[in-house]
């Protein structure tokens, strides 16, 4: 049984990707506009609800779970990484402000 519950998760994980991959390109490409990026998730909401659908084809609630917990990880990775990338980009931002109100 565990052997359904591996490659839900995996889909879960892909999913994750396709989804939040598209979302920082989204903002990327759009900025801060906000109804533009509301816009473009309303046509990446599919992939997730398609993924737990899959799930529960296969493995019924256990293979939703299996998803869902594929999807947050990915979620939880993209998430640190980002906010990584920015905190260091903040911090470049900062340090070049400090330098030129110095002089």
């Known amino acids: 049984m565990i052997?359904?519950?591996i490659p839900l998760f995996i889909l879960g994980f892909v999913s994750?990707?396709?989804y939040f991959w598209?979302?920082?390109k989204s903002i990327g490409s759009y900025g801060a506009a906000k109804n533009k990026i509301l816009m473009s998730m309303v046509f990446r909401v599919p992939?997730?609800?398609?993924?737990a659908l899959v799930g529960y084809l296969i493995g019924k609630f256990e293979g939703v779970i299996?998803?869902?917990l594929g999807f947050t990880t990915f979620q939880v990775i993209?998430?640190?990484k980002k906010g990584q990338q920015l905190k260091?980009?903040?911090e470049e931002e900062l340090e070049e402000e400090n330098k030129?109100?110095?002089e």
Not at 47 to 51: D, N, Q, R
């Open 3 to 5: 052997l359904i519950y």
């Open 16 to 18: 994750g990707v396709l």
């Open 22 to 24: 598209h979302m920082w």
């Open 47 to 51: 992939i997730p609800i398609g993924a």
């Open 66 to 68: 299996a998803v869902l």
């Open 78 to 80: 993209f998430l640190v």
């Open 88 to 90: 260091k980009q903040l």
């Open 100 to 102: 030129i109100s110095k």
